[in-house]
């Protein structure tokens, strides 16, 4: 079993910033990917950014050049950094783990961008 929890979301202003943080426990062995997904309201859960076990990062077009995703392996904390923050950025953020072919999610933090 592996828990994840999530910290850092919250309201910010257009242009703004925020910084998001995923913390893993548990039988942490075999990561395939890590990273974030968002959904907003009356959508469809998306794809942010993710790191692959081969090596890439993907990001999502919508995001590419303003969200950095990095990792710290000794805390098993993978962070979003979300920098230009736009309204149309407002979701609740999901951390995803892929541990030995399991996904496991957080619990989701909600993200608000508004003036």
């Known amino acids: 079993q592996v828990q994840l929890v999530e910290s850092g979301g919250g309201l910010v202003q257009p242009g703004g910033s925020l910084r998001l943080s995923c913390s893993a426990s548990?039988?942490?062995?075999?990561?395939?990917?890590m990273g974030w997904y968002r959904q907003a309201p009356g959508k469809q859960r998306e794809m942010v950014a993710v790191f692959r076990s081969a090596g890439s990062t993907n990001y999502a077009d919508s995001v590419r050049g303003r969200f950095t995703l990095s990792r710290d392996n000794s805390e098993n904390t993978v962070h979003l950094q979300m920098n230009s923050l736009k309204p149309e950025d407002t979701a609740v953020y999901y951390c995803?783990?892929?541990?030995?072919?399991?996904?496991?999610w957080g619990q989701g933090t909600q993200v608000t961008v508004s003036s």
């Open positions: 548990g039988s942490i062995v075999s990561i395939s990917s």
């Open positions: 995803r783990w892929v541990v030995r072919g399991t996904v496991y």
